[in-house]
């Protein structure tokens, strides 16, 4: 499960605000914001969860959870297809 600091970093990554990350959520701002904040992330649905994964995933986002090492990439192809 990708962590608060994880769906931010993410999501400044492919230069997505709040408010865009919440209208392709349906969310809330308001609750995109807490989440981040991590106020309400243990309480967040997975539901809740799942569609701001999936959101940032289709914007080139893919979420690393190895180990004891959690982060954010950019997908290459993504970048490739921007080139042009």
Do not use: C, W
Request: charged letters at 30%.
């Amino acid at each position: 499960m990708e962590i608060p600091e994880q769906i931010k970093a993410a999501r400044v990554l492919v230069g997505m605000s709040q408010k865009e990350l919440s209208e392709q959520t349906g969310l809330s701002i308001q609750t995109i914001q807490r989440i981040e904040q991590g106020k309400v992330f243990d309480r967040a649905t997975f539901r809740t969860l799942k569609s701001i994964s999936k959101a940032l995933e289709r914007a080139g986002i893919r979420f690393i959870d190895e180990n004891e090492h959690v982060g954010v990439a950019l997908d290459r192809k993504l970048l490739a297809e921007d080139d042009y």
